[in-house]
C-alpha cells in the first residue's frame, strides 16, 4: 500500500496547475481505495486547494465512519458543514447522529429531533431537501408516547413540520401535501377541513415558485469544482446562472415574510460560495447586501471570510476599509490599509497613494503631509505619488504653493518620466502660468531622448495653439519635426508640411475644417507616404534590391485599397492549381483573349501578388481561375470594405451572362494528348485557357491508373451531370477530326473517351450539350 500512496503522492506532485479538476478527480477515486490512515492526507491535500467541494468532504467523512472513528468525524463534520450546504453531505451527517444516538433511549432521541432542526435551520430551504424533510417526519412519528399528553405533543410536532415543508418550494412538494392531507384526516376530519384550507392558498404559492425556481436550478452544475476564474465559457454560464437565480430570490417570489425572504437570500449566496469561491465580486455583492440589509456586522464578518478565501485581493481590502471607515471605526480601518502597506518592501505604489487620501480625510492635512514625506524615501515611490500629493494638495487644501514645491521636487526625479512632465504641465495650465509651462517643456524636451518625446512634443504644439500666435505655432510644429524625423518614425516625409498640419491647427475639440471623408482620406495619404517605402522593400527581398520590374511596381503604387479595409498577408498564400499533375502540360496565361482585360476591372489588383513571386504574378493567377469565373469577377462592383452588401452580389449573380467559351483558332500551346484525353472544352472552342471540369474532376493521364480509380471517378461525373448547367457546345467534327489525325490516329481511346467515324465524340466527364455522352 506505501508503494500506492507514493505513486499517488507522486502524480499529486506532477500537478502543474494546483486546480487541474481532472487530476483532483483522479486522487480522489484513488483514496477511496486506501485505508484510512494513508488516504487522510490526499484528502487534506484536495480539501486544501478545493475546501468547498462537499463531496470530497462526503468521502473523507465516510472513510472515517466506516471505521467507526467518531471523534475524527465530528472533527470533520465541524469543519464543512456550515461552508458546504449540500444536501447529501447534511444526509451523511444525520445518518451518523442518528447512528451514535441509537442506543441512547430518550436522551438519543432528543440529541437525533435536535440534529434535524439544527439541518433543517441550515439547508431546509434547498430545493433538493425534501427527503429530509419526509426522514424527520417520520422520525418524530416513530418515537413512542407513553401518555395522552405525549400524543398529543408528538401529534403538534409533526404537524408543525408538515406546515413548515409544504410552504417550502422543493421537488417533493406535492407528495408532502398529499401526506399532510393524509395525517389531518386520519387525526381529526373536522380539524382537518379548517387547516387544509387555511394553507392550501400558501401550498399553491409555493408550487407556483417551486416551478419557478427549478428553472434557474436547472442551469446550474451542482458538480462543479470551485477554481479560480478563467474566463473559459463554461464558467461564464455558470455566474450567469447563480446571478440569476440570486436576482430571483431576492424579488421574494413567494411574497413571504422578509425575515424569511432573507434567510432565503443568504442560504443561496452560501450555497453560490461552493462553486464561485474564488470570484471577489461574489463575495463583495453577499457583503454589501448585508450592509444595506442593516447587518453592518454580519458584512464585516464576510468580509474577513473573503480575505481569507483571497488574501491577495487588494479590491476586496479597500472595500473592507471603506465600509470599516463609513461605519466609524477609523482605527480598524487604518489596520487593513496598514495590512497593504506591507513590510514597505513590496508595498505598491496605489497602497501609499491611497494610505495618504485615508490619512487626509481622518486625521488631518499634516499626518497626510508626515507620511508622503516618509513614503518618497520608499524604492517603491514613483512619480504617481508626487503627483497624487501635489493635486490633494492643490484641490482639498487649496495650497497652490505646496503643490508648486511637490512638482518641483518630483522634476528632479522625474525628469525622464513623460508623464510626470504632462502631469505637472496640467497643472500649470490651470495656474495659467504660460511662461512656467514653457520653461518646463523647453527643459523636459532638452533631457527627453526623441522617441520618448512624442507625446511631450504633441502636447507643447496643443500649448501653443491656445496660448501663442500664429509664428510661435509654426516654430514649434517646424521643431517637432525635425525632432521626430531623427526617431525614423515618419521618415524623411517628417520636414515636408501636410494638410494634416492645417487640420489640426485649426480643429476645436470635435470641430473639424472638414469632413469625416476628407479625414479618413488624409489619414490614408499619411499612412500611405510612411508605409510606401517599406512595403516594396519587403517585397523586394526575395529577388534582391531592384529586382522590382516597372509593372510590378506600378501595381504595388495604384493599388491604393480604403483605409477601412484589411488586406491579408498575401505573401503566405499558395495557389491550388487542379491540373499541375504530372503528365499535363499548363497553359501560358498571356495568349488568351480577354482575360487580361477582365482582370484589369477587379477592384483590387495587388491581391494577385502571392507567393513572394516578382514577375508573373498575374499569370499564376490565371492558370488557376477559369475564364468564366474572370469574367464573373470583372463584373463585381468595388467595394470599400471586407463585407460587402449580400443582396448586391446575388443581384449580380443572377443578372451575370457568364460565358462558356468561344470558337476561335487552336491556340500554340494546347494540350498533348499522347496517351490522354481528347481536347478539354477551351481547345474545342479554340480558347488558349484550359478550363477545369465543371464537377471539379480534374482529368489524370497517367497510364498507370486502375480502372476501379477510373470507374468510380466516372461515375461521380455521372453523378454530377444532373446539377452542372452549361450552354450547349458548339460541335465541330471537322476540327475534332484534324486533332485525331495531328496525333497519329482516327481511332484513340483513352480512359474514359472513345471518337468514332462519325466524329462524335463520348466524354467521360459532366459536360452538358451534344458533346455529352457516357463513359465507356
Not at 465559457?233 to 430570490?249: D, I, P
Not at 495656474?431 to 526623441?450: G, H, K, Q, T, V
Request: charged share 25%.
Amino acid at each position: 500500500m506505501s508503494s500506492t500512496v507514493d505513486k499517488t503522492m507522486g502524480d499529486s506532485k506532477a500537478l502543474d496547475d494546483k486546480y487541474n479538476i481532472e487530476a483532483a478527480e483522479v486522487l480522489a477515486n484513488e483514496a477511496q481505495h486506501l485505508p484510512i490512515t494513508e488516504a487522510a492526507p490526499i484528502y487534506e491535500q484536495l480539501l486544501t486547494l478545493f475546501p468547498t467541494a462537499a463531496k470530497y468532504w462526503k468521502q473523507y467523512v465516510e472513510a472515517h465512519m466506516a471505521v467507526n472513528n467518531d471523534d475524527a468525524t465530528k472533527q470533520i463534520f465541524s469543519r464543512c458543514l456550515l461552508n458546504c450546504l449540500q444536501i447529501p453531505l447534511w444526509r451523511c451527517y444525520i445518518r451518523f447522529i442518528k447512528m451514535a444516538n441509537e442506543s441512547k433511549g430518550l436522551e438519543g432521541q432528543e440529541e437525533t429531533r435536535k440534529a434535524f432542526d439544527f439541518m433543517l435551520n441550515y439547508v431546509g430551504a434547498d430545493i433538493a431537501s425534501g427527503p429530509i424533510w419526509m426522514e424527520y417526519i417520520t422520525f418524530l412519528k416513530s418515537l413512542p408516547a407513553l401518555s395522552t399528553q405525549e400524543e398529543s405533543q408528538r401529534m403538534t410536532a409533526v404537524r408543525k413540520v408538515y406546515q413548515k415543508a409544504i410552504v417550502t418550494p422543493t421537488h417533493h412538494i406535492e407528495q408532502l401535501w398529499r401526506d399532510y392531507e393524509n395525517f389531518e384526516n386520519s387525526v381529526s376530519r373536522q380539524l382537518a377541513k379548517g387547516l387544509l384550507s387555511e394553507y392550501q392558498p400558501k401550498f399553491n404559492s409555493a408550487r407556483a415558485v417551486y416551478r419557478e425556481r427549478k428553472k434557474y436550478v436547472d442551469e446550474i452544475d451542482w458538480n462543479m469544482l470551485a477554481v479560480p476564474p478563467s474566463g473559459s465559457y463554461k464558467e461564464e454560464v455558470q455566474w450567469m446562472a447563480w446571478k440569476r437565480l440570486l436576482a430571483f430570490e431576492k424579488g421574494n417570489p413567494q411574497r413571504i415574510d422578509s425575515a424569511s425572504s432573507n434567510k432565503r437570500i443568504i442560504f443561496t449566496y452560501e450555497q453560490c460560495l461552493m462553486y464561485l469561491y474564488h470570484y471577489p465580486d461574489i463575495w463583495y455583492d453577499y457583503a454589501t447586501w448585508h450592509a444595506k440589509s442593516g447587518s453592518v456586522d454580519t458584512a464585516v464578518k464576510l468580509f474577513q471570510r473573503a480575505l481569507k478565501a483571497l488574501p491577495d485581493s487588494e479590491m476586496l481590502r479597500y472595500a473592507y476599509a471603506e465600509l470599516e471607515e463609513s461605519r466609524g471605526a477609523i482605527q480598524s480601518a487604518k489596520k487593513i490599509y496598514e495590512s497593504l502597506l506591507g513590510d514597505d518592501v513590496n508595498t505598491t505604489t496605489l497602497a501609499h497613494i491611497q494610505f495618504i487620501r485615508f490619512l487626509r480625510r481622518t486625521e488631518g492635512v499634516e499626518a497626510a503631509r508626515k507620511y508622503f514625506l516618509d513614503a518618497r524615501k520608499s524604492p517603491n515611490c514613483t512619480y504617481h505619488v508626487y503627483v497624487a500629493y501635489a493635486m490633494m494638495a492643490f484641490c482639498l487644501d487649496k495650497d497652490r504653493e505646496i503643490a508648486h514645491n511637490v512638482f518641483e521636487a518630483g522634476l528632479k526625479r522625474f525628469m525622464h518620466e513623460p508623464l510626470y512632465i504632462l502631469e505637472y504641465a496640467d497643472f500649470l495650465t490651470r495656474l495659467n502660468d504660460d511662461r512656467n509651462i514653457r520653461a518646463l517643456f523647453e527643459r523636459a524636451l532638452s533631457s527627453l531622448p526623441p522617441e520618448e518625446s512624442v507625446e511631450v512634443w504633441k502636447r507643447f504644439a496643443q500649448f501653443e495653439q491656445t496660448y501663442g500666435d500664429l509664428a510661435s505655432m509654426l516654430k514649434v510644429e517646424q521643431r517637432r519635426k525635425e525632432a521626430l524625423s531623427r526617431t525614423g518614425e515618419e521618415g524623411a516625409s517628417a520636414l515636408e508640411g501636410s494638410l494634416q498640419d492645417v487640420v489640426s491647427r485649426y480643429s476645436f475639440m470635435d470641430l473639424w475644417p472638414c469632413s469625416s471623408k476628407d479625414l479618413d482620406h488624409l489619414a490614408r495619404q499619411e499612412w500611405l507616404a510612411k508605409n510606401m517605402d517599406k512595403k516594396v522593400e519587403k517585397l523586394a527581398l526575395p529577388n534582391g534590391p531592384g529586382s522590382v520590374d516597372k509593372d510590378y511596381a506600378g501595381l504595388i503604387s495604384n493599388s491604393t485599397v480604403s483605409a477601412k479595409v484589411v488586406n491579408p498577408d498575401v505573401s503566405k498564400m499558395v495557389i491550388y492549381d487542379p491540373r499541375q499533375k504530372s503528365g499535363i502540360e499548363t497553359l501560358p496565361s498571356t495568349t488568351s483573349s480577354g482575360v487580361p482585360a477582365a482582370y484589369s476591372n477587379l477592384s483590387n489588383p495587388a491581391a494577385a501578388i502571392v507567393g513572394g513571386g516578382m514577375t508573373n504574378a498575374f499569370d499564376e493567377i490565371l492558370k488557376a481561375t477559369p475564364p468564366a469565373l474572370v469574367a464573373f469577377l470583372a463584373s463585381l462592383p468595388v467595394v470599400e470594405g471586407p463585407t460587402p452588401d449580400v443582396d448586391v452580389v446575388l443581384s449580380i449573380c443572377l443578372q451575370s451572362d457568364i460565358p462558356a467559351g468561344q470558337t476561335g483558332k487552336l491556340g500554340t500551346s494546347a494540350v498533348q494528348l499522347s496517351g490522354g484525353p481528347v481536347p478539354t472544352t477551351s481547345v474545342l472552342s479554340g480558347s488558349s485557357k484550359s478550363h477545369p471540369m465543371p464537377g471539379g474532376a480534374p482529368f489524370k493521364t497517367t497510364r498507370d491508373r486502375q480502372a476501379g480509380k477510373r470507374k468510380d471517378l466516372d461515375r461521380q461525373e455521372d453523378d454530377e451531370t444532373a446539377t452542372v448547367q452549361s450552354q450547349p457546345l458548339p460541335r465541330d467534327v471537322f476540327r475534332i477530326r484534324q486533332i485525331q489525325k495531328s496525333r497519329g490516329g482516327t481511332t484513340t481511346k483513352a480512359r474514359g473517351v472513345t471518337t468514332s467515324q462519325t466524329g462524335s465524340a463520348s466524354y467521360g466527364s459532366a459536360l452538358s450539350g451534344d458533346l455529352s455522352g457516357s463513359t465507356g
